[in-house]
């Protein structure tokens, strides 16, 4: 279909939209040809498995799919859907979409989150009109498709860095980077430090592994490290977490929401394609435990690694909640971030 929709705390919304309906940008999605859109959660969720908030992460895609839709017996017609949305001012408008071919092959490892930034995707600038305005971008969706960056905000006393990808990328390698951020730590007059991995879901966490460890260490004895988690937080992204968390310590406070995964899962495989109907699949050879790390028992599918990097930081679940509701996002607010500054200017 012609849109994109965005999950948030209170429901699904038209972020993105093409052709004649950018008129429902930032409608709510309220039924799907006469099916409530909660019905259809309930029912879309046996065809994913893994944790609730893995399933969450892909309702955007799955919801705009006619084809898919009618195939799961939730669709009336696999070329259309009939929508019900709900527009700002409350009244409701029904809206029919075909679904469509797409116009070029589909990106790789394509997430829906990155819907919710109005930042054009630099190799396939698809020009979607979208609800929110490229020139006013919060911070965390300001750069979607940069692995990593930071900025010390004028005066604040704070480094917020950004991770979303453990992986080299241009234009240094991580390491060398995340070397850079402690040295600036320690000459910058940095007292707490913001770690946001809210959209890391991927990479090599060995990369980082003793950046978690040195970040501890760094940080002023007076400071604090913030980490910030989500529903895409995932695989190398919740190793982050976990160790971030454990070296942390009493000083560590985790803000957001639960990650995208359980502490417990298979990763660290790789690709191939089935032999008739040539589907391409993901497999995971390596079993993971980030809450209580891999024990003697489990040595023949645990990852190798974690054996020297595992750590059994408890629940990854965040101590601090901090829901993002369409109201915040459309107001390019980030109640995380202002949690953690609301609690670096407290006495």
Sequence with gaps: ??????????????????????DILGAKLVAVDGRPVEGLLVELRNFIGGADTLFANHVPRLLVSPELLNAAGLGDNPAMSRLRLRLADGTEVERTLSGGKPEAPPRKNYWPVRDLSPIPIATNDDGWPHVLSRWRVPAYLSRPDQAYWHEIPAGSGFLYMQLNRIKNAWP??????????????KTKGVKDVVVDLRFNRS????????????????????????????????????????RLKYFAGARGLQIGGPPGDRGQFWADGGRTVLPNSKIPVRYA???????????????????????????????????????????????????????????????
């Design 1 to 22: 279909m012609p849109i994109r929709l965005g999950h948030f705390a209170d429901g699904l919304f038209v972020v993105k939209a093409r052709d004649d309906n950018v």
């Design 203 to 242: 990479g090599n966490y060995v990369l980082a592994a003793d950046f978690t460890r040195r970040l501890a260490r760094t940080v002023p004895e007076d400071g604090r490290i913030f980490i910030l988690s989500g529903t895409n937080t995932y695989a190398a992204g919740i190793a982050m977490l976990a």
């Design 172 to 185: 240094e390698p991580l390491a060398t980077y995340l070397d850079g951020v402690l040295g600036e730590i």
């Design 285 to 347: 050879t390596a079993f993971h435990d980030w809450e209580k790390g891999c024990g003697l028992s489990d040595i023949g599918h645990c990852f190798l690694f974690n054996y020297a990097y595992g750590v059994a930081p408890g629940s990854l679940d965040p101590q601090v909640e901090a829901p993002l509701t369409f109201a915040d996002y459309l107001a390019a607010r980030d109640p995380a971030m202002e949690e953690v500054q609301r609690r670096i200017a407290m006495p």
